[in-house]
């Protein structure tokens, strides 16, 4: 079977999702498959594209056995909206002419968002006369009308026909959760038609491991009770409680270290300034190796969503926490697959979105509470290898891939 795998992020990119895209793609040519990845040129997370990759708008190339097309994309740091929304839609619509290069597949898969892309994947599909499956990671336009990034009902409306259009033309949608599979039901899509794989991590890459390691060294912060986040700082997130939290607990023994970037990151810094906290820390994405020590290294991994988008977003980065067999503070809604997560796998806390009270009781009682921390950590990673294993998810999807290559 020969897959045009269709993603916007990719392999040198090695922060959030290109790492899961990559995994796939190397493990379909493991099982005897032909990848080809038509994506962006490098620029995720800063919005700058990589050393070695800039003034290009179309290049090939082969990396680990994957043949990789990549097409032209606007990449500025602006955070306004109109760059981002450049970001997004100059690959769209790159991607959909670079892609006629490609040999013909056998089928087609998609990553979305941005949610355009889709429309790419299946005009790709009609020409070359191939099979779509899309890959739905984030719910749009929902989450971007609910953070009030798309106003005006005729915008709205443009948005919400595509996301149909998309989804009537697509031969399977693959989500990655229940709560998904019902907001798509609810949308009028067939029942038959999608399939639920969860996203994954790797239980041989992230492993448990002693915390007083080298990137705890160097983050100087003793036997203090530390508070690790690791990952992007979007609007998705919610973690504005947390340097109010973190000011609260100035006088203990807690510090809170913030790794990563995001469109949000310069607030939070400000935030965190002008409380004159000397409890929060601010570091840039680690490299990839060192991932699993910046895990290890916590007391507690956290992990947030704010409330417009509990129901639309799934953070993949719990996944990865699991595997480190850490417990979890999850600042989350009840009700949503976050909180479903932790609370069926007893392996963290949750506490609601912007109360930072509850952020200070539940980290109160955990620093006392050591050896229930320890058991969520160990049913963190139970639960992981059981059910979210990298094997296992990729397994589903190529058995989903080989059924409609075959239709």
């Not at 779509?132 to 009902?153: H, M, T």
């Amino acid at each position: 079977m020969h897959v045009l795998l269709v993603t916007q992020y990719f392999k040198p990119e090695s922060f959030g999702s290109p790492i899961w895209i990559y995994q796939l793609a190397v493990d379909l040519i493991n099982m005897g498959h032909q990848v080809t990845v038509l994506t962006a040129f490098p620029n995720y997370p800063d919005r700058l594209i990589f050393e070695g990759y800039r003034g290009k708008f179309f290049m090939r190339e082969r990396l680990d056995g994957v043949d990789v097309i990549r097409t032209y994309i606007y990449a500025s740091p602006n955070k306004a909206l109109w760059s981002r929304a450049l970001n997004f839609g100059s690959f769209c619509v790159s991607a959909a002419l670079g892609g006629l290069v490609a040999q013909k597949p056998d089928v087609i898969y998609c990553i979305m968002p941005p949610l355009p892309l889709g429309l790419s994947a299946e005009f790709l599909g009609l020409v070359k006369r191939t099979p779509v499956v899309v890959n739905v990671q984030d719910i749009y336009p929902d989450i971007a009308i609910n953070l009030g990034f798309l106003r005006g009902r005729v915008t709205i409306r443009f948005f919400q026909l595509m996301e149909r259009l998309i989804y009537h033309l697509a031969e399977a949608v693959i989500v990655i959760s229940e709560g998904f599979k019902k907001n798509l039901l609810a949308k009028g899509v067939p029942a038959q038609k999608i399939q639920i794989v969860s996203n994954w991590a790797d239980p041989y890459f992230i492993r448990p491991g002693p915390k007083d390691n080298p990137f705890r060294h160097r983050l100087n912060v003793g036997d203090r009770f530390t508070v690790i986040y690791s990952g992007s700082i979007s609007h998705n997130s919610s973690l504005e409680s947390v340097i109010d939290a973190a000011e609260l607990l100035q006088n203990e023994p807690f510090v809170f270290v913030i790794v990563g970037g995001g469109a949000l990151k310069s607030d939070l810094e400000r935030r965190a300034k002008d409380k004159h906290l000397d409890n929060v820390f601010f570091l840039p994405f680690q490299p990839l190796e060192e991932y699993p020590q910046v895990l290890a290294a916590a007391d507690m991994n956290l992990v947030s969503l704010n409330t417009k988008a509990a129901t639309l977003s799934v953070p993949s980065k719990v996944f990865k926490m699991m595997a480190s067999g850490r417990p979890i503070l999850a600042i989350t809604p009840t009700g949503n697959e976050l909180h479903r997560l932790i609370t069926e796998a007893n392996c963290g806390m949750c506490v609601p979105p912007d109360e930072p009270l509850s952020v200070v009781e539940a980290l109160r009682y955990a620093i006392v509470h050591r050896d229930d921390l320890d058991r969520m950590g160990a049913n963190a990673r139970c639960y992981l290898e059981e059910h979210f294993s990298r094997e296992k998810c990729v397994k589903q999807i190529e058995a989903i891939l080989v059924q409609v290559s075959k239709r």
